[in-house]
């Protein structure tokens, strides 16, 4: 392999073997740095694998819930760790054959800066490039006092060695990580206990759809504690004790922390390439995700919130682009976040006081899923569609579903709003039927004031 690039990526995860694609593709000669599975956290750690294993759970819950089955149906836990590992197995090869595909050099080791335009690699070679981009993304984030030892106490990771089902579980933090895992095991016959110590679960997304998640949990038998910390948490031979403020006491078999994520930056000898970070530690970039020092670009999560694999796609081509002499912005209106519960949560563009607060006249209209035959189906009706718009224009702003496969159509609205659709353009656009994506077009309706499958309450 050569000693010097055009383009050197470190981090081979979604912020960053689609910038040595891309770059590739332009006809630069690139290079890829990583010291762990390629895939990045996402392949290896979190999308793929929780997806994984939330799939053929979910289709264990619903055949074995319908009201005309007979006979018990039972989950082999070992399987179906083994069969999630597969996928991940499977997912990672193909990156690397992706790579192999488009001519990129594949640097299997550590890197880290030396000066802004020299790499020194892990093995003790060194690699020179023209441009750099820095993709290293996020890992677990811990909490003082309690160790993570991979037995019994877990991050998202070691939680993914599990070779017996535990009885008891706890989740610390109730994020969307915590809410997908007390989902999965919860559904799997697992006494669950998930702490937040914020007021509500999922704090980020709208009020709405924390409120129906925390009663689906509840209803599976999740013991929520909202306004609780874990003060700590103490092994024993095969179990954990874990004390809540307030003095209440959980053993668990199984601790998941799952409170947040860090920044991998330190190490890399960023100051030594004149790249600046943030307060939290995430790499400071502009919209053509160049850092302070434009020879070297970042991408993903390492480049700050919000933390998402399809977001690091996106920027990673951005940044290939410009490093490739385009001149290419990352600037969307619409990011959409995805929680893989029951039901699925997407929450796109701007909440009603979001948009208030940048001056929009927002009005907001929210659709119960309770008429949706394809939501009856799914047994799932106490979801909905709200969308947001402007008053005078008419254009929508933002949206947020808790519906059965909402991360399935979620790509249409990001696409509403990117385009500067109306609500008129939503009302008028087909939906096939009976689908849960016909909500969106209904919610458009209502807004309308001409629902068709909605009984609109007259002012007297």
Known sequence: MRETYDLVVIGGGPGGYPAAIRAAQLGLSVAIVEPGNFGGECTNYGCIPSKALISPVESYWRVKNLPFMRGEVEVDFEGLMKWAKSIVSRTRSGVLQLLKGYGVDVYQTRGYFESSTTVRLGDGGTLRADKFVVATGTEPARIPGIEIDGAVVHDNRTILGLKK???????????????????????????????????????????????????????????????????SVELRESFAKARISGGEEVEADAVLVAVGRRPVTRDLGLEKAGVRLDGSGFIKVNEHMETSNPRILASGDVSGPPLLAHKAFHQAVVAAENAAGLDTAYEPMAVPEVVFTDPEVVSIGLKEEEARERGFKARAVRYPLGGSPRAAIEDSIDGFVKIVYDDDSKTLLGVQIVAPHASEIAAEAVYAIETGATLEDLALTIHPHPTISEAL???????????????LRRKK
Do not use: C, W
């Not at 077009?441 to 009984?455: F, M, N, Q, S, T």
């Open 165 to 231: 089902k535990p009885s008891t579980m706890l989740i610390i933090g109730g994020g969307y990580i915590g809410v997908e895992y007390a989902n999965v095991f919860a559904k799997l016959g697992v006494e669950v206990h998930l702490v937040e110590m914020l007021p509500r679960l999922l704090p980020q997304m709208d009020q709405d759809v924390s409120r129906i998640i925390e009663r689906r949990l509840r209803k599976l038998g999740v013991k929520v504690r909202t306004r609780a910390r874990v003060e």
């Open 441 to 455: 077009k209904e919610a458009a309706e209502l807004a309308l004031e001409r629902p068709i499958h909605y009984v």
